[in-house]
């Protein structure tokens, strides 16, 4: 399975998918980069020996783009930069674009990063969470493939942190939910039955208690 993150800034998403298959979670993954500019991801991508490429590229000048998708050829395209992309270019992906947005959609659509999660604290929102999506020409507004939940019982930074760790699982549970392929995730780590569990829907497919906190520390460090 190929992966293609598009970065613009650390990363975190990519290195946890690097992480997992260097510690042979995850196999017959290839993981790629593509940005706009130089970045912290990018630098992750030259030092851990990722391909990558820095194009120009804006919803007028979208021909770089295009052409290094078609030559990547992934399976999974995952927009972690801060740009809308172009008609074109998602016509071009066959539905393969997904993107993390750190919030319940609908609710606060257009917010980036972590901006959502400081909303819905200063609005006193009694739950947040996550949502992994496909993406349209509509910002924020493709059709929802798995959302996790939590309560704002916690400091906000605390929260952040939530939302980075379970937008990673919810990720890794999306990708494996639309391809229908579990193959790529070691047989030791694949639940047995299924777990319900209110923080994650659908349910995850893997038993996130194998990365425990040495794990989210170790990808922190990275």
């Not at 997992?20 to 980069?33: E, G, R, W």
């Not at 990558?52 to 078609?70: A, F």
């Not at 609908?106 to 006193?124: H, R």
Request: hydrophobic share 40%.
């Amino acid at each position: 399975m190929k992966i293609c993150f598009l970065v613009s800034g650390g990363g975190g998403n990519l290195k946890f998918l690097y992480l997992l298959k260097n510690k042979n979670l995850l196999k017959d993954v290839s993981l790629y980069a593509i940005s706009y500019k130089d970045c912290k991801a990018i630098n992750f991508c030259k030092n851990f020996d990722i391909p990558y490429k820095v194009i120009k590229y804006s919803k007028e000048n979208n021909q770089s783009l295009i052409k290094e998708l078609k030559e990547i050829s992934p399976d999974f395209i995952i927009t972690t930069w801060n740009k809308i992309i172009d008609k074109e270019t998602l016509e071009n992906s066959n539905g393969k674009f997904i993107n993390l947005h750190y919030s319940l959609l609908p609710a606060f659509k257009g917010l980036i990063d972590t901006a959502p999660i400081k909303e819905a604290y200063s609005l006193n929102c009694k739950y947040i969470g996550v949502t992994c999506h496909y993406v349209n020409e509509e910002v924020d507004s493709g059709k929802i493939i798995s959302q996790a939940i939590f309560k704002t019982n916690v400091p906000i930074q605390e929260a952040i942190n939530k939302s980075f760790r379970y937008g990673c699982l919810i990720l890794l549970n999306s990708i494996l939910s639309v391809s229908n392929d579990l193959s790529i995730l070691t047989p030791s780590w694949l639940l047995k039955s299924k777990e319900d569990d209110f923080h994650f829907e659908p349910s995850l497919l893997f038993d996130k208690k194998r990365l425990n906190s040495d794990f989210w520390r170790e990808l922190s460090e990275l």
